[in-house]
């Protein structure tokens, strides 16, 4: 708790995916400008906002978890502000639940309304009552990101929000609106700005990174952006999330492969390898044309790292349909893979589907998955062992602090020992071992901007 002459201390708790960690990034800064400190406990905050997510039940089931511990918190500090944001919140019957259940949440604010949140915050101070404002659609101008301090040498820059795809099991399209591009000026002023704080690295985020600009006045489209985002001098290396493989058009594989700041590596959720089951899920391709789409891909880009998403389990699938997911991972030898349980979101079209698989089938599906996607892992692991690759040091590592950690261009975690912080620093590290989350190595030499 802080007195009145003290700065006021401020927390974020972000649950979800990237988007949401750049959404709370965006959130701090505001709270940076209300003149709010950063804190790392819940005891010495005077604000918590929780940035939610509600791809799967298990997320929501966490923040509920959350908001009931905040409770003893807000009785020994009364004037905590308690707020929650995010796609959660953008749920239907979700404030009221939430007036219900948890009346000493202070602010509960949705996907749209994120810049509103400094207002929301005085309401709720001064009158001291509990402020619900969720809108159903983002406003016809939307008003660009506020300028964010970064820290770091990576950083995330959402340039698309929403999602016009509506696979049939998943929330997201409801929850975040239709897709919205922003203007691809904002971008380039935002990544300047933050190279001038140090950035080396950017991700772009979006639910569909292959439609950015279909909704624009202008022509542009994603491979022209990233064009643009290449000439960006200090910038070094572009990643981008998430690919859709139905948007992923020639002329982006041709752009990937003559850029030289785009990092190779490709999220490409396949979600099922089952064409009947894509074609329930609406992804709009079959397994042979996300196969095709790879080796075009593993064609055109050398070193291409792939990963993927995959959901077992989805309603009506069978063994053979399991099986084909089976075989379509054994083919690609993905170098990553998430792959979850389907889950029922009320609301989505496959919620409704008969045929829904019993959880005990799911959960031996999902082992055995698993255990073959670490295999080509680890395989994929192994064959970096020996060269010498380019690593951006992002600080100590998280389990030894004599070790620095960073990343690949082809994504992968490295930790090597070193007695200088080379933090922000792009370094060369010779691969000497392997497991299943990361790579070890050797510090060869410093290169470039040492
Ligand atoms: N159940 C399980 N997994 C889901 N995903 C999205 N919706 C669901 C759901 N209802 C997974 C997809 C997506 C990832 C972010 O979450 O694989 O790519
Ligand atoms: Fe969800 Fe499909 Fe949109 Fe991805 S593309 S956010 S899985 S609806």
């Known amino acids: 708790m802080n007195t009145d002459n003290k700065k006021k201390g401020y927390l974020t708790i972000t649950f979800g995916c990237q988007m949401n960690e750049h959404d709370s990034e965006v959130i701090a800064a505001m709270l940076?400008?209300?003149?709010?400190s950063a804190v790392e406990d819940r005891q010495s905050a005077d604000i918590i906002v929780v940035n939610t997510c509600c791809i799967r039940e298990t997320a929501e089931n966490k923040v509920f978890g959350l908001l009931g511990r905040l409770r003893k918190i807000k009785e020994s500090n009364p004037n905590l502000i308690i707020a929650m944001g995010g796609c959660m919140?953008?749920?239907?019957g979700m404030g009221k639940r939430i007036k219900e259940r948890f009346r000493y949440v202070d602010i509960v604010f949705g996907t749209h309304n994120v810049n509103k949140l400094p207002e929301f915050i005085a309401q709720a101070s001064e009158k001291r009552r509990q402020v619900i404002e969720v809108w159903s659609s983002a406003p016809e101008e939307m008003e660009d990101i506020p300028e964010r301090k970064v820290s770091g040498p990576r950083a995330w820059v959402c340039i698309m929000y929403g999602c016009n795809n509506f696979c049939t099991y998943c929330i997201v399209p409801y929850v975040r609106g239709r897709e919205r591009s922003r203007n691809q000026h904002d971008i380039v002023n935002e990544i300047k700005n933050m190279v001038g704080q140090g950035v080396k690295e950017v991700t772009l985020l979006g639910q569909n990174v292959n439609s950015y600009g279909k909704d624009l006045d202008s022509d542009i489209d994603f491979s022209d952006l990233l064009v643009m985002l290449e000439n960006i001098e200090g910038l070094e290396r572009i990643r981008f999330m998430t690919s859709h493989p139905r948007d992923f058009s020639d002329k982006l594989i041709s752009t990937l492969s003559e850029s030289k700041k785009v990092c190779e590596h490709i999220h490409l959720p396949v979600q099922s390898g089952s064409s009947t089951?894509?074609?329930?899920?609406?992804?709009?391709?079959?397994?042979?044309?996300?196969?095709?789409?790879?080796?075009?891909?593993?064609g055109s880009i050398p070193g291409v790292s792939l990963t993927t998403d995959i959901i077992i389990g989805f309603p009506g699938e069978n063994e053979k349909d399991f099986l084909d997911t089976m075989d379509l991972v054994r083919q690609v030898k993905f170098d990553g893979g998430f792959v979850f349980v389907y889950n029922k979101r009320s609301g989505t079209p496959a919620a409704k589907m008969s045929q829904q698989v019993p959880d005990e089938i799911k959960?031996?599906?999902?082992?055995?998955?698993?255990a073959m996607q670490n295999e080509f892992t680890l395989e994929s692991n192994e064959k970096e062992v020996g060269k010498v690759l380019e690593v951006l040091v992002e600080g100590k590592s998280k389990t030894r602090d004599d070790r620095l950690s960073g990343r690949t261009r082809n994504n992968k975690l490295v930790m090597?020992?070193?007695?200088?912080?080379?933090?922000g620093k792009l370094v060369s590290v010779k691969i000497t071992d392997f497991g299943l989350t990361h790579l070890g190595g050797e510090l060869v030499f410093l290169s470039k901007d040492h």
């Open 89 to 92: 919140s953008q749920q239907e």
């Open 363 to 370: 959960s031996k599906r999902i082992q055995d998955l698993i």
């Open 416 to 423: 090597f020992d070193s007695d200088e912080d080379l933090t």
């Open 32 to 36: 940076e400008k209300m003149g709010y």
């Open 277 to 298: 089951i894509l074609k329930h899920m609406n992804r709009g391709y079959d397994r042979e044309d996300y196969l095709r789409l790879v080796n075009k891909i593993k």
